[in-house]
């Protein structure tokens, strides 16, 4: 079975300057999505980047980019300019190829940004 | 365009009394997901329906779990009777499945469950 780990239950960082979350999991399969949610005090959960396994490039959007290492099972998520509003949980997960909905989640990390 | 609708934001009831979660997909999802959000457990599918009709509910804790999809614009959640253990976030997530693809599971803002 798949797993997520997110090993850090916290993280901060100050204001404009950049943070990396990490991320790692486990699995067998070669194909396979793998996401990074962010979920602010209004606990809405919102998509922030998605990465397909099969591609080599990194994904990034805007202030948000991915280190995907598919050979050591990693895929940290990168905020650069960090901005008071970047202050929420983020939720690592994965999603199979073999399946159209199941998300494996990973417990998330809380960030923290200092003004 | 409206995301995904969840009624009510915040509910606190008594155990033992039955609790009804609503929610809204996003016109023209044709996927529907009830998870639940507690610290201790994190985030857990419930159930996912397709097309209106439940394809995987092995994650409903037990009986006192209910879940229906009449159409395809509503669904509900159903607890009865509540225990003080189902307090938690519980999250509606729609999708449009096209495919075996990525398909983005659009979530609401949650229903904060309380049962004292």
């Known amino acids: 079975a798949q797993t997520v780990t997110q090993s850090q239950p916290e993280m901060s960082v100050q204001e404009a300057e950049t943070v990396t979350l990490s991320c790692t999991y486990d699995t067998s399969e070669s194909d396979y999505y793998l996401f990074w949610y962010k979920q602010p005090p209004s606990r809405q959960m919102i998509l922030v980047i998605r990465q397909e396994a099969y591609k080599q490039q990194n994904a990034t959007e805007n202030r948000f980019s991915v280190n995907f290492q598919k050979a050591a099972k990693s895929f940290s998520l990168k905020i650069s300019d960090s901005q008071l509003g970047d202050a929420a949980m983020y939720f690592c997960?994965?999603?199979?190829?073999?399946?159209?909905?199941?998300?494996?989640w990973g417990a998330g990390t809380k960030l923290i940004i200092k003004p | 365009d409206a995301g995904v609708i969840q009624s009510p934001r915040h509910e606190v009831t008594e155990m033992g009394q039955e609790v009804t979660l609503r929610c809204k997909p996003i016109?023209?999802?044709?996927?529907l997901f009830w998870y639940r959000q507690t610290m201790m457990r994190g985030l857990e599918l419930l159930i996912y329906f397709n097309n209106n009709v439940p394809i995987d509910d092995s994650g409903m804790p037990e009986d006192r779990f209910s879940a229906k999809m009449p159409n395809a614009s509503f669904s509900t959640l159903k607890i009865q009777p509540s225990e003080p253990r189902d307090s938690a976030v519980y999250f509606c997530a729609s999708s449009l499945f096209v495919g075996p693809l990525y398909n983005e599971q659009f979530f609401g803002p949650g229903t904060r469950l309380t049962v004292l």
């Open positions: 997960a994965y999603r199979s190829m073999d399946s159209n909905y199941q998300l494996i």
């Open positions: 016109s023209g999802h044709n996927s």
